[in-house]
């Protein structure tokens, strides 16, 4: 049949700006916002629809690190060196005093626009989680109160309120494809992007003094499912990374991307849906977990003493000041170890039966009730299909188990080749105003190396606005180079023409099982050189190869051909790591042991005149996090 | 600006459904009041609007489903639209037994 929306793909657009946001999640809403509050004529592209686009789209439940809130009693600087010691020192510094530092401020943005973040109808009254004199609800640490739980489905339509008011030009439905930049001596300056309608096919240049990325991180690389692409990766869909492509294309400078982790979660097939299984986990934390008799697995604290109440479970044990959970945080080493289920081993040799199930009818009723109900209904993609699809099933936590698949309850088991960026994953290499090497543009939220969730992406995405803004009033809105452009154009356009080629989905099915072969668990150097030459064999060979019937399946494969991209930056990142590194989970079978010490911080690689340069920066570039902090925030009084 | 080498080539734009072992969504033809609501919350756009106006919205790419009922959410009719993960995807749950 004829494509539903008109035929733009002969139209040239052009638009500009004095501030250009690229991604309309959390992150590129808030940059939005604090550039336009600053007076600056702001245009922001999203590739969905602002109203539920990017990972907390449809909602999310926790919002972490905010140390300034009323309750808390950690420290911006002591929650940051925390997390800097517990991830060693491969941590981003800079988006974490960011994030603990101002994230309840924008928490507090959310609410006077209309986001729910307090128990204002008293539902949980006399919660140990709640605060009864502000009606906060607190999550993991109750002693401590860093992370709260807030009503997130509410949030993206309160952020498009707030930008429309302001007068933010929204695009919706527009894929930004290519950063625009120019070369003035010899700094590579961003004059803007070129953007392209997913309907219609209509490409844009827009023009900006300043731009700000803040599109997703990199996924699809490892993990592909023809039959069902949509349920690849945890993330959204169409969220795969195209801010890093498009950045490595600039010569923009990344590090840390030759950290990869076995697949945690993926839904076609090796796991269950995020927060669909019983677990006892972020959402579902600190679930009763009960095994195939019926009895309950025990909790045990640091030093493996056993819990005998639900509270104790979320209190830090003797003589802790306080437990690290959520977010980017997996196992913490003993300092910050908080409370968890006895080991799985240590459950086998006592007898305990799988499969295991989550118990909430043997919870305290506000407990089951902030569970099952508020988190499993505001988290991101489960009130619809875990919720209410349950409920319908005729799901009652007071009467039912749910069932827990595999050893323990992630429900889920990847093969060590099946990879992810997850758990602080590379990124964007940035200074304090979170500018990137490339002048006037700036990363936020999932971009930066090393991100958090989404009080971070707020977080950081206000404060790269902020810069942003005050970046456009010093500079001048540029031409990009002409030629530049109409060849970009041309790429972006050329498969539209190509007829009975082949389907997007076979060359992301051949770039993933390569990135499993040649850049798998266990990396070296020959497998490297072969996954990049082939990576190479794929670009040059096959995408051409590859046809579009309409916008929609061009976006698909301008997606891949990003995917290439990411995936050499990832290979050619690997190659220039020669020891192995347990925080990197890097991993070589040609390991140089010697290297190790001298590799101890953060290898960067950019693009130069078509070779990959490598780099170094050491863990403590940030300098003193107080210091730089107060320096960089831009003048706002707390 | 227009670049006249396009407009020559006359693209048509067309579109077939792509298959997939699964269907995410079930559109109501009886409840659906054919505001397309959910066409323009997706955020990949699985749903494209009817030839008909008026009519229900069709699922042309229901193997980019990612589940994660922003449709459901815009609709303004209750049941208009069921989301439903692959059957491979449902966890199982079991009657607490009381004994």
């Known amino acids: ?638 | 600006m227009t670049d006249e080498k396009f407009r020559e080539d006359g693209l048509r734009f067309t579109a077939e459904v792509t298959g997939a072992s699964v269907m995410p969504l079930k559109i109501s033809g009886e409840l659906c009041i054919g505001c397309c609501r959910c066409v323009n919350a997706c955020q990949i756009d699985v749903l494209l609007p009817p030839e008909v106006p008026g009519e229900a919205p069709r699922v042309f790419y229901p193997g980019e489903c990612w589940y994660c009922g922003a449709c459901v959410m815009e609709c303004p009719v209750p049941g208009a639209i069921t989301l439903r993960h692959p059957l491979m995807n449902q966890a199982k749950f079991v009657e607490k037994k009381t004994s």
Request: a negative charge; glycine letters at 10%.
């Open chain 1, 1 to 638: 049949m004829n494509w539903p929306y008109p035929n733009e793909s002969a139209l040239f657009g052009e638009e500009t700006s004095d501030v250009l946001v690229l991604g309309g999640g959390l992150s590129g809403c808030f940059a939005a916002i604090a550039a336009a509050e600053k007076g600056k004529q702001v245009v922001l592209l999203e590739k969905g629809a602002v109203i539920r686009s990017g990972a907390a789209g449809t909602g999310f439940d926790h919002w972490e690190m905010a140390c300034t809130n009323p309750g808390c009693l950690v420290r911006p600087e002591e929650m940051t060196a925390a997390l800097y010691e517990e991830q060693c020192g491969y941590s981003n510094v800079i988006g974490h005093m960011i994030e603990t530092s101002e994230g309840w401020d924008r928490l507090l943005d959310l609410e006077k626009w209309g986001g729910k973040i307090r128990d204002t109808e008293d539902e949980f009254a006399g919660a140990a989680f709640r605060d009864e004199k502000t009606k906060l609800m607190y999550a993991y640490d109750y002693t401590n109160r860093y992370t709260l739980r807030v009503w997130g489905t509410g949030f993206k339509p309160a952020l498009l309120r707030r930008m429309r008011a302001l007068g933010v030009r929204i695009f919706d439905r527009t894929e930004a494809c290519t950063l625009l930049y120019r070369k003035a001596d010899g700094v590579k300056q961003g004059v803007g992007a070129i953007g392209m309608d997913t309907r219609t096919g209509k490409v844009t240049v827009f023009r900006a003094k300043s731009t700000v990325l803040c599109m997703s991180r990199p996924a699809r690389i490892w993990l592909f499912s023809p039959d069902t692409p949509g349920l690849s990766e945890f993330r959204p869909f169409q969220s795969i990374g195209s801010g890093h492509a498009m950045g490595y294309r600039a010569g923009m400078e990344f590090t840390m991307m030759e950290k990869s982790v076995r697949a945690e979660f993926s839904a076609a097939g090796r796991s269950f849906p995020p927060y669909s299984t019983g677990n006892n986990h972020n959402t579902w934390y600190a679930a009763t977990m009960v095994d195939a008799r019926g009895v309950e697995i025990p909790y045990v604290d640091r030093d493996g003493r056993i819990l005998r109440t639900v509270d104790e479970r979320y209190r830090p044990a003797p003589g802790q000041k306080f437990f690290l959970k959520g977010g980017v945080i997996d196992e913490p080493r003993y300092e910050w170890r908080g409370p968890e289920t006895m080991p799985f081993d240590e459950l086998m040799k006592r007898g305990y039966r799988l499969p295991f199930y989550a118990d909430l009818s043997a919870m305290p009723e506000e407990e089951r009730r902030v569970i099952w109900g508020m988190m499993v209904g505001e988290e991101a993609k489960t009130r619809i299909p875990v919720l209410d699809h349950y409920e319908k099933q005729g799901f009652d936590p007071e009467k039912h188990l749910l069932q827990s698949y595999g050893n323990g309850w992630q429900s889920a088991s990847f093969l060590v080749q099946e990879r992810q960026l997850f758990g602080a994953p590379g990124g964007v290499m940035h200074d304090w105003n979170l500018e990137t090497n490339v002048r006037n543009v700036f990363a936020a939220g999932d971009m930066l190396f090393a991100s958090d969730c989404a009080g971070h992406a707020c977080a950081t995405g206000h404060w790269a606005g902020r810069h942003a803004a005050a970046a456009a009033d010093a500079a001048e809105l540029l031409q990009p180079d002409r030629d530049f452009v109409y060849a970009e154009r041309e790429r972006l356009l050329r498969p539209l023409s190509v007829r009975d080629g082949m389907d997007w989905r076979e060359l992301n099915a051949a770039s993933a099982k390569l990135m499993q072969n040649y850049c798998g668990g266990v990396k070296n150097d020959a497998l490297l050189s072969l996954g990049l030459q082939s990576i190479q064999e794929l670009r040059e060979r096959m995408l051409p190869e590859v046809s579009a019937a309409n916008p929609h399946e061009l976006v698909r494969l301008h997606e891949v051909s990003d995917i290439l991209d990411v995936s050499e930056l990832i290979l050619q990142a690997c190659m220039f790591r020669t020891a192995d590194s347990a925080p990197l989970y890097f991993e070589r079978s040609d390991a140089r042991a010697e290297n190790a010490a001298l590799e101890d911080g953060f290898i960067t690689i950019r693009r130069e005149g078509g070779r990959a340069v490598k780099g170094f920066v050491p863990h403590t570039y940030a300098g003193d996090m107080l210091k730089g902090f107060e320096k960089h925030r831009g003048g706002l009084v707390r």
